[in-house]
């Protein structure tokens, strides 16, 4: 999971891809990267860390020009220690390519091999981004025939990235002295968006993750990049946009609903807040069947992704909400540190309780999943500590029992808590007193509550049901296989997101 970025503005746009980064942290803190096109170069500055740490002012005054791409990388496929593999790259051939890209290929490393036996590019990381680049820069060099490149050859090569690749893909590029070009997979399975604001020099646009992003720096959200689509917009600001894919359908990531996105952007025309309000009135009916309200004093939430969907919850059962642990922001996230005992170790220091919102009350702690469980299991203890007398937990979301292949770096199946045991059992191993998951049918309902043209969801990691077809038993073994051999990733929870 990823953030990125593109501008085609009238004036420099070093420091608005910075502040657009800024918005967008939340999806990626392992590395962050910014090029611009200036006088036909590209300039590029990327490094290992937050935005506010990767860039200096000598780095922002090595980016001049007035369009360019940014990215915050939150690494899967590839590794995490190179800084060869943050992003954005860049092809000298044809034309000269920046890319940035969200997501992940399924067939990468099929599509890595055909690129070095049969269109003779070599691919210098681990890295599924750099393999789509190529298929890309491949693809574009055929369209044009080695000639002038032109509106029409941008599209067909996209459409045949489209034919080659399987899997997520949200894709800004920019080609030299042409334009910038932004497309999103066939499912829409990352979102992509498109902004733009006049100035004093024209039409400025913008294309990024979330519209956040858009918002936060001035622009207005235009519409959401459709599933298929392919936008260019030309060195001159003129857009053209075009279908590029055979059959698109928009089957967007649900997990970006539930955790990812930021409560205040909108995706596919719905609000994350709203969507979220949506999932803690379906939790809330969940919970009066199962548990006994007249047991519950009091619902609080995991900061902070829960929070709407805690207050809804509180509100449609008439029961007391409360704050009653506090966040510290300055705390990594636990999810990716080495160790069992370093994470419990970071979630106590990044979570406190606040002990009278606690003392003898019977507590529902609303979180919006749950993964490993580490965390939730500690979250309970904490409650217990400060002097709960029960301690009830909800999930916005249910039971996670697969593993997601498409850009969110989920534990392997013997690494989730759900797997093999039913809501008692999950209970038991947390110490909670009761345990209520969210309905998948309900999850996907808040969403479409909403927008009701979203028809179905990438929501693999709780069905097993993969969108792109092309996922079975054996990959998803070889898959573990190679997680068996890296770093694991421990629990994933609000608490552990900066959010």
Sequence with gaps: MCGIVGVAGASPVNQLIYDSLLLLQHRGQDAAGISTSHEQFFNMYKAHGLVRDVF????????????????????????????????????????????????????????????????????NTNSDSEVLLNVFAHELQMASSGGTLNEDAIFKAVAAVHRRARGAYAVIAQIASYGIVAFRD??????????????????????????????????????????????????????????CAEAPELTPCVFEYVYFARPDSVMDTVSIYHARLRMGEYLADNVAKALRLGEIDVVMPIPDSSRPSAMQLASHLGLDYREGFIKNRYVGRTFIMPGQAVRKKSVRQKLSAIDMEF????????????????????????????????????????????????????????????????????????????????????????????????????????????????????????????????????????SEKDD
């Design 56 to 123: 200096r002012t000598r780095n922002m005054r090595s980016l001049p020009g007035n369009s360019g791409l940014g990215q915050v990388r939150y690494p899967t496929a590839g590794s995490s220690d190179s800084v060869d593999e943050a992003q954005p790259f860049y092809v000298n051939a044809p034309f000269g390519i920046t890319f940035v890209h969200n997501g992940n290929l399924t067939n990468w490393r099929e599509l890595r091999e055909a690129l070095f036996k049969i269109d003779r590019r070599h691919i």
């Design 359 to 494: 003392r003898g009350k019977n507590v529902l702690l609303v979180d919006d999943s749950i993964v490993r469980g580490t965390t939730s299991r500690e979250i309970v203890d904490m409650a217990r500590a400060a002097g709960a007398n029960k301690v009830f937990f909800a999930s916005a979301a249910p039971p996670v029992r697969f593993p997601n292949v498409y850009g969110i770096d989920m534990p392997t199946r013997s690494e989730l808590i759900a797997v093999g045991r039913d809501t008692a059992d999950i209970a038991r191993e947390i110490g909670a007193n009761g345990l209520v998951y969210q309905n998948i049918e309900d999850l996907e309902q808040s969403i479409r509550d909403l927008n009701p043209a979203i028809r179905g969801f990438e929501s693999s990691c709780f069905t097993g049901d993969y969108v792109t077809g092309d996922i079975d038993e054996a990959y998803l073994q070889r898959l573990e296989q190679t997680r068996g051999h890296a770093q694991p990733a421990g629990e994933m929870s609000t």
């Design 186 to 243: 066939p499912h829409g399975i990352r979102p992509l968006c498109l902004g733009s604001r006049e100035t004093d020099d024209g039409t400025e646009w913008m294309v990024a993750s979330e519209s956040v992003a858009l918002t936060g720096c001035g622009y207005n959200l235009v519409r959401d990049v459709q599933p298929g689509e392919a936008i260019f917009i030309d060195i001159d600001g003129k857009l053209a946009s075009r279908q």
